[in-house]
């Protein structure tokens, strides 16, 4: 393999290392959300890179799906955290 893939690897690798203490110390719900669904992407990216090391296109089938349930994740925590703002605003009101 080229030395273009083997970077492009390690800076994928990078990335867990960078959205893993994002997830760890982020300051609210909100960034931990993000960094999961970053992390969710990467790991896309890897099973993408796998593909292409060892020369099976299979393998891309799994990241379609994966980015289906990410996506059908997404859309809930979104729910969730919109559900959590209105009933801490109602709580706010009410005092």
């Known amino acids: 393999m080229s030395l273009l ?21 982020g300051p609210s719900l909100a960034d931990r959300i993000v960094a999961l669904d970053l992390l969710a992407n990467l790991l896309m990216a890897s099973i993408a890179f796998f593909s292409i090391y060892k020369k099976q296109a299979i393998f ?34 009410t005092i």
């Open 5 to 25: 893939f083997w970077l492009s690897a390690f800076a994928i690798a990078l990335a867990y290392v960078f959205c893993l203490v994002r997830m760890a110390l």
């Open 60 to 93: 891309l089938d799994i990241v379609v799906a994966l980015a289906l349930v990410m996506f059908l994740s997404s859309t809930m925590y979104a729910r969730y955290l919109e559900k959590m703002l209105k009933e801490k605003e109602k709580r706010d009101d």
